[in-house]
């Protein structure tokens, strides 16, 4: 049978079944093998688990750099960077020592911003929020922590404003932490509600610190105002007290007439029927301001 060129050679079917005979030259000698040993065999030159990509002489090459062994990809050393030079990047993620865990960099225009994981010297890791060299936030297994990396509650704020008698309007007031509501809500000027979770799975207000703008505007005075839920069925809030900006307090009430200042208004309320020992009560009845001492005996302090 005559020598037949490639070409001439008919097509073989695919897939391959592996026992295809595939000629080779080892040692000057031309040899058979398989499809099947072809591709299944140990490559001298590679590396284990090695991800194969053409290197700088676009030559096929593979390395200890990134690795796969089938089911995930390890980045012993260095960094990922996408986008972005070595100098400026998008996102870096580094696989560190038993401290830094891994960290995430997302940076523009020099500036910085870093979400870490690390370890401490504890076995649960802390999520560190960053901005520069800059530590604003982290989540430990404790709470999270605003201002501090080492929160004592849930929630722990701290800064280094304060609020002190007679600050200025200049819009650059100092606080640990500021509640606000939007131009949409001109009634409020930010609120926080402390509620309890039912078997239902759904929340259900208890008691709530609100300030309310007095004008409706963003510009105006604020009352405070605390409100509570009266009964097992209330499914809304019904205001208990409030001081608002001439430093009136009112219980159950929420107005105090025209000028009043540093007054104290008591609503009408339901006389007590017991006198608990070791105090005494001072209540408003029919518009009459009474007291009630411990034994029991009632006394009119200011008629209606």
């Given at each position: 049978?005559?020598?037949?060129?490639i070409?001439?050679?008919?097509?073989?079917?695919t897939?391959?079944?592996?026992?295809?005979?595939?000629?080779?030259?080892?040692?000057?000698?031309?040899k058979?093998?398989?499809?099947?040993?072809?591709?299944?065999?140990?490559?001298?030159s590679?590396?284990?688990?090695?991800?194969?990509?053409?290197?700088g002489?676009?030559?096929v090459?593979?390395?200890?750099?990134?690795?796969?062994?089938?089911?995930?990809?390890?980045?012993?050393s260095?960094?990922?960077?996408?986008?972005?030079?070595?100098?400026?990047r998008?996102?870096?993620i580094f696989?560190?020592d038993?401290?830094?865990?891994?960290?995430l960099?997302?940076?523009?225009?020099?500036?910085?911003?870093?979400?870490q994981?690390?370890?401490n010297?504890?076995?649960?890791?802390?999520?560190?929020f960053?901005?520069?060299?800059?530590?604003?936030?982290?989540?430990?297994?404790?709470?999270?922590?605003?201002g501090?990396?080492?929160?004592?509650?849930q929630?722990?704020v701290?800064?280094?404003g304060q609020?002190?008698a007679?600050?200025?309007?200049?819009?650059?007031?100092?606080?640990?932490?500021t509640l606000?509501?939007?131009s949409g809500?001109?009634g409020?000027?930010?609120?926080?509600?402390?509620a309890?979770?039912?078997?239902?799975?759904?929340?259900?207000?208890?008691?709530?610190?609100?300030?309310?703008?007095?004008?409706?505007s963003?510009?105006?005075?604020?009352?405070?105002?605390?409100?509570?839920?009266a009964a097992?069925?209330?499914t809304?809030?019904?205001?208990?007290?409030?001081?608002?900006?001439?430093?009136?307090l009112?219980l159950?009430?929420?107005?105090?007439g025209?000028s009043?200042e540093?007054?104290?208004?008591?609503?009408?309320?339901?006389?007590?029927?017991?006198?608990?020992?070791?105090?005494?009560q001072?209540?408003?009845?029919?518009g009459?301001?009474?007291?009630r001492?411990?034994?029991g005996?009632v006394?009119?302090?200011?008629?209606a």
């Amino acid at each position: 049978m005559a020598d037949l060129k490639i070409s001439q050679l008919p097509v073989a079917t695919t897939p391959l079944a592996g026992t295809e005979l595939v000629p080779i030259v080892q040692g000057a000698t031309t040899k058979q093998t398989t499809a099947a040993a072809l591709l299944t065999g140990t490559v001298p030159s590679g590396t284990a688990n090695g991800v194969l990509y053409l290197n700088g002489s676009k030559v096929v090459t593979s390395g200890s750099g990134l690795t796969f062994d089938g089911t995930t990809f390890v980045l012993p050393s260095g960094n990922v960077s996408i986008g972005a030079s070595a100098s400026g990047r998008v996102l870096e993620i580094f696989n560190g020592d038993a401290v830094n865990l891994q960290r995430l960099r997302l940076t523009t225009s020099g500036t910085d911003g870093v979400i870490q994981v690390t370890r401490n010297s504890g076995t649960v890791p802390n999520l560190i929020f960053q901005q520069d060299a800059s530590e604003l936030m982290r989540l430990t297994s404790t709470g999270l922590g605003i201002g501090t990396s080492s929160p004592r509650s849930q929630l722990m704020v701290l800064g280094t404003g304060q609020f002190i008698a007679g600050i200025s309007d200049s819009g650059n007031q100092g606080g640990s932490l500021t509640l606000a509501q939007n131009s949409g809500n001109s009634g409020s000027g930010g609120a926080l509600l402390f509620a309890a979770l039912n078997d239902n799975n759904t929340y259900v207000p208890q008691w709530a610190i609100k300030s309310l703008l007095e004008n409706g505007s963003s510009n105006g005075k604020g009352s405070l105002a605390f409100s509570r839920r009266a009964a097992t069925t209330d499914t809304s809030l019904t205001e208990a007290m409030r001081l608002d900006s001439s430093g009136n307090l009112g219980l159950g009430v929420t107005s105090f007439g025209t000028s009043a200042e540093k007054v104290i208004g008591i609503a009408n309320g339901t006389a007590p029927t017991t006198s608990p020992a070791g105090m005494g009560q001072l209540y408003v009845e029919g518009g009459a301001l009474k007291y009630r001492g411990s034994s029991g005996t009632v006394t009119t302090i200011a008629n209606a």
